[in-house]
């Protein structure tokens, strides 16, 4: 696999649902990836990328930012409230909003700055006590206190528990943006990208099938 294939992948799933291509966004996962694949994957043109930690994307994005143009920076794993203001700096969209402390939050900073990331709430939609975001019954009011503060809320965001079917998880998000008239929809993996897309995916996260397995820093 490698970047071409999945691109290949995302327009073939696209086509099946009748959707354009151009409407999903590919974020190519490069959390705990050696900077010389990232750069493989830059100099192949592709800008759109995901982080799950904020001092990672600091030690590696200014850097590449000053070779390639466009770069597409995004925050997928769990924020703290105290790396909100270098999350915002860094990226151009945050899809891991779940708690109301980094809602408001994320509020300061965007009035102190004048200019806020794209966000998505992080809904966890298989209520796992071990996984981060915001409870499905909990959504809407959610939503609305985010917006009562003019956060940019994009879409939602969910990350389906990994021994349940990701297509009810995808339709449920689906469901829940809907109703809070939300457009974007971050979902699907590696392994089910493709049913994240049947369903409605504005943004697709994959990171093994593009880079190959992660290579773990030593120590």
């Known amino acids: 696999m490698g970047l ?14 009748g959707r354009d291509p151009a409407d999903v966004t590919l974020i190519a996962v490069s959390k705990v990836q050696p900077n010389e694949r990232v750069r ?3 100099e192949e043109g592709h800008r759109s990328f995901g982080e799950n930690r904020v001092q990672e994307a600091a030690g ?34 945050i899809h891991s909003l779940d708690r109301p402390k980094l809602a408001t939050t994320l509020a300061r900073l965007a009035q ?3 200019s806020c990331p794209d966000l998505f709430i992080q809904v966890n939609t298989g209520e796992e006590a071990q996984k981060a975001g915001v409870m499905p019954a909990e959504v809407d009011a959610f939503v ?17 528990p990994v021994e349940e079917t990701p297509s009810l998880h995808f339709a449920l998000l689906a469901k829940m943006a809907a109703r809070n008239g939300l457009s974007g929809l971050s979902m699907g993996m590696s392994s089910d990208f493709d049913q994240a897309i049947a369903f409605g995916a504005t943004h697709v996260r994959v990171g093994s099938a593009i880079f ?8």
Request: net charge negative; proline share 8%; hydrophobic share 40%.
């Open 4 to 17: 071409a294939d999945i691109q290949a992948k995302v327009a073939e799933a696209c086509e099946k649902a």
């Open 40 to 42: 493989a994957v830059l």
């Open 60 to 93: 590696k994005w200014p850097d590449f930012r000053q070779e390639f143009d466009n770069v597409d920076l995004h925050i997928i794993g769990p924020l703290q409230t105290n790396k909100a203001r270098q999350a915002m700096e860094l990226a151009q969209a």
């Open 112 to 114: 102190e700055t004048g």
């Open 144 to 160: 609305a206190e985010c917006r009562g503060l003019d956060l940019p809320v994009k879409g939602l965001m969910c990350i389906p």
């Open 212 to 219: 190959g397995e992660r290579v773990p820093p030593a120590g």
